[in-house]
């Protein structure tokens, strides 16, 4: 084969990192004309060179129209040339085992009995969850396949679920990008004044700052207004009131440990940690309330919590149990939701604490009326269960201030 000269449209610097990052599962969050699909085409027609399996979908024929022209113009000396082989009917590149698929499917059963070593999910928040849960991901399992996931937000739906998990993932197979419509260098003022003239207030913060805005049943509110409490030190607070608050992590959970100030009412310390040996994780709560001389400490007592908090208490550290029931849970909550909705406390800004608080999710029993507060399935909400106990803690009363000595 003669050499074929290539040229794929230099990516800007947002591109470059989603091109250049090694994870397996790519998030991109970004707001209108930032060149989300364009940068689909280009990793998917280098792809095709490398002999990998492609298949694009979205949700609406014009998107997926736009990457196929994309697609062809990458590759277009290769088509002339006779090495690409073209099907316009179903949308197909192939260059040896190389291929590009393109396919327009809102839901799973677009996509069912087709396969990929590289799944890109465009406009994921207007599709189907099943498509990625039940299909996307099942399709990548024999070859351990990599999955773009890419779109504007809309509200707090499943593609913000995913999102969350990508930030607070530690592993480093999963990585997640925000970029709005303004981090597009070709983007002109004058288009962009023109795509936003006649935009609401939610709809720019949503389609051009690529914000989640909530959703109406939120249980946590008013959030953003809540993350700004300053670094602060031990002698800043001297003669104050310190409390704490304990999730302890159990399987793949994590264990989270939130320190305030019940006199500034601000959070002075967030720790986040997912070690499973319940000795190191006593010790670590030991050492944090050693740091900030905690009077009061409220920690979860269900499962192996009870023995731990009894390990604690012989060793003089000034903690209670909570059991977390039914009943105790949803006042404990929204004690957490009350306090962000009239600003009475300040808490650190912590992108994955703030995003847990985000997709926290309230459930009413058609049965019984009640409701039950939990993180939606594959998330955590150990920094929610933490600070929820903190604020307790500092509500409980307890030992006497300690003083600074």
Not at 243 to 268: M, P, Y
Request: with cysteine.
């Amino acid at each position: 084969m003669p050499t074929i000269p290539i040229t794929l449209p230099s990516p800007h610097p947002k591109q470059d990192e989603i091109i250049d990052s090694p994870a397996k599962r790519k998030v991109i969050l970004a707001g209108r004309r930032v060149g989300k699909t364009t940068v689909a085409a280009w990793i998917s027609s280098k792809a095709v060179l490398e002999g990998r399996r492609v298949l694009y979908a979205a949700p609406k024929q014009d998107q997926t129209e736009a990457y196929w022209g994309y697609c062809k113009e990458n590759l277009a000396n290769l088509i002339v040339a006779g090495y690409v082989r073209k099907n316009e009917t179903m949308r197909m590149l192939e260059l040896g085992a190389g291929r590009i698929r393109a396919k327009t499917a809102w839901d799973a059963d677009g996509l069912r009995s087709d396969y990929a070593d590289l799944l890109i999910l465009d406009e994921y928040a207007l599709m189907d969850p099943d498509t990625w849960d039940k299909v996307g991901a099942p399709m990548l399992l024999d070859n351990d396949g990599d999955a773009i996931f890419i779109f504007t937000p809309k509200r707090k739906n499943h593609a913000f679920h995913l999102y969350q998990r990508a930030i607070a993932d530690l592993t480093g197979r999963w990585q997640a990008w925000h970029f709005t419509s303004h981090d597009n260098p070709h983007l002109s003022v004058d288009a962009l004044a023109e795509i936003t003239a006649e935009m609401t207030e939610d709809a720019y913060r949503q389609e051009i700052l690529a914000e989640f805005l909530e959703n109406e049943g939120a249980v946590f509110r008013n959030i953003e207004a809540c993350m700004h409490a300053p670094a602060s030190t031990l002698v800043e607070h001297e003669g104050h009131y310190i409390v704490a608050g304990v999730d302890w992590g159990k399987q793949n959970d994590f264990t989270a440990i939130s320190i305030g100030c019940a006199t500034c009412h601000q959070e002075l310390e967030l720790d986040r940690f997912n070690q499973i040996d319940y000795v190191f994780q006593r010790g670590r709560l030991e050492v944090l309330c050693e740091k900030w001389h905690v009077g009061w400490a409220m920690a979860e007592s269900n499962a192996m919590g009870e023995p731990v908090i009894e390990e604690l208490q012989r060793v003089g550290l000034p903690v209670e149990g909570f059991q977390t029931t039914a009943t105790s849970k949803p006042p404990l909550i929204e004690n957490l939701a009350l306090a962000l909705e009239r600003e009475e406390w300040q808490f650190l800004d912590d992108s994955i604490a703030k995003g847990e608080l985000e997709a926290y999710e309230r459930k009413v029993s058609v049965t019984t009326g009640r409701s039950s507060y939990s993180a939606p399935e594959g998330l955590h909400d150990d920094t929610v269960i933490a600070r929820a106990l903190m604020l307790r803690a500092a509500g409980d009363g307890g030992p006497a201030i300690i003083e600074i000595g």
